[in-house]
């Protein structure tokens, strides 16, 4: 019997120092290696937020609606940029009311900017698959450059440019297409008025 409960002994103060080796590890120096890491790169462990003036204006990875001519205007949203509610609508490309929204933001669009409803890209007319895409593809943002421009009483030159500095190539040079963060668009309109 001694050496029954010698083994139960041996085998829990086994457990008890793989319990306490393994709290060390997953409960302290891997969360700690993780916050290191995250504190490496700021911008992005903290939200990729966009300051102006030092006050916070928006995440560069969460796209956000503008009111008025004198803004560029991001991607249609499926759920009005609710961080909580990140989804796409889930209508297929043929449901009526998919259809009758592209419909509605195509002539929109194409009356707001001045242009043919022929000329108006796809972003502008679908939202993104999480509903909260921050950007828009340079042929939406160069659509806009008129409108912002004469609304603010700029030249196109100018938000041409700024329309240059907002954009981002492909990832890793050959993924994905060139994108406009619509957020640091505006946010350099409000600079160069």
Wanted: charged share 20%; hydrophobic share 45%; glycine share 8%.
């Amino acid at each position: 019997m001694t050496v029954v409960i010698r083994d139960l002994l041996r085998q829990s103060l086994a457990a008890v120092r793989v319990l306490l080796v393994l709290t060390v590890l997953l409960g302290v120096l891997y969360p700690a290696a993780v916050w290191a890491v995250g504190r490496a790169v700021p911008d992005r462990a903290d939200g990729s937020l966009l300051r102006v003036d030092g006050v916070a204006v928006g995440s560069r990875l969460l796209g956000q609606t503008f009111e008025g001519a004198q803004w560029f205007h991001p991607r249609p949203s499926a759920n009005d940029y609710d961080g909580l509610a990140s989804a796409p609508s889930n209508l297929g490309p043929s449901n009526p009311d998919l259809l009758a929204a592209i419909r509605e933001r195509r002539a929109a669009v194409a009356r707001e900017d001045g242009v043919s409803p022929s000329a108006v890209p796809a972003d502008a007319l679908t939202a993104s698959g999480s509903g909260l895409d921050p950007d828009i593809s340079p042929a939406y943002a160069a659509l806009q450059v008129p409108r912002v421009a004469r609304e603010r009483g700029l030249d196109e030159e100018t938000v041409r440019r700024l329309v240059a500095e907002a954009t981002s190539g492909r990832q890793l040079g050959f993924l994905g297409e060139p994108t406009v963060d619509v957020l640091e668009l505006n946010a350099s309109l409000s600079g160069a008025d």
